[in-house]
Nanobody, 123 residues
Framework: VQLQASGGGLVQAGGSLRLSCTAS????????????MGWFRQAPGKEREFVAA????????SYTKSVKGRFTISRDNAKNTVYLQMRSLKPEDTAVYYC?????????????WGQGTLVTVSS
């Protein structure tokens, strides 16, 4: 599975952004709907951290505490795409955001990482 993230940019505090991550599935691989997906982020000088995850058919979602109530993860399996809707953004949300295939809150529980998209929140 190859992943392409997009949608990052510069936004003022309190604003919103929606990130997208589209998967390219080879004919030999399973359909996108078979893969739970997650979003991570990495701020300058910090380790990559879990943000949100969604199960294969959206029955379950998981969020890190700092984004609960502000961020929403969703997916459209027909479009091979997972989204991260971010609202009420804060300067501390500034980071490169990555999507990946997997489930859990640890980096090593994921594979097939996308290239990342930069989100910058100004105060």
């Amino acid at each position: 599975v190859q992943l392409q993230a997009s949608g990052g940019g510069l936004v003022q505090a309190g604003g919103s952004l929606r990130l997208s991550c589209t998967a390219s599935i080879r004919a030999s691989e399973r359909a996108f709907s078979n893969y739970p997906m997650g979003w991570f982020r990495q701020a300058p000088g910090k380790e990559r951290e879990f943000v949100a995850a969604i199960s294969r058919r959206s029955a379950s979602t998981s969020y890190t505490k700092s984004v609960k109530g502000r961020f929403t993860i969703s997916r459209d399996n027909a479009k091979n795409t997972v989204y991260l809707q971010m609202r009420s953004l804060k300067p501390e949300d500034t980071a490169v955001y990555y999507c990946a295939q997997g489930w859990g809150e640890l980096v090593n529980e994921y594979n097939s990482w996308g290239q990342g998209t930069l989100v910058t929140v100004s105060s």
